[in-house]
């Protein structure tokens, strides 16, 4: 069974940095283009980052020059830098992973990355 499990949230000050780490196991497939999504209180989750398999990137304007998405395909892991963090990046994070030639989205069971002013 494919599990996607995300570290590295936790509180931080504004103007500060924290990375997170999504693991992938029971991958009996390839895996495509990886992102990280993030869900607020009250809001639709919504897309950070996202990066293809071969390490194409896409960022929300929000994040773009403070955020950087990075994987490892032999290890089936993603990363994403978060710099200058603001209030406003306070969400739980999530995992995302495609499969390379289609199916079932695999999503993690989030992180929760608090911005404190």
């Known amino acids: 069974q494919v599990q996607l499990v995300e570290s590295g949230g936790g509180l931080v000050q504004a103007g500060g940095s924290l990375t997170l780490s999504c693991a992938a196991s029971?991958?009996?497939?390839?895996?495509?283009?990886m992102g990280w999504y993030r869900q607020a209180p009250g809001k639709q989750r919504e897309l950070v980052a996202t990066?293809?398999?071969?390490?194409?990137?896409n960022y929300a304007d929000s994040v773009e020059g403070r955020f950087t998405i990075s994987r490892d395909n032999a290890k089936n892991t993603m990363s994403l830098e978060m710099n200058s963090l603001k209030p406003e990046d306070t969400a739980v994070y999530y995992c995302?992973?495609?499969?390379?030639?289609?199916?079932?989205?695999?999503w993690g069971q989030g992180t929760q990355v608090t911005v404190s002013s």
């Open positions: 995302n992973a495609k499969r390379y030639y289609g199916g079932p989205d695999s």
């Open positions: 990066i293809t398999r071969f390490s194409r990137t």
């Open positions: 029971g991958i009996s497939f390839i895996i495509g283009t």
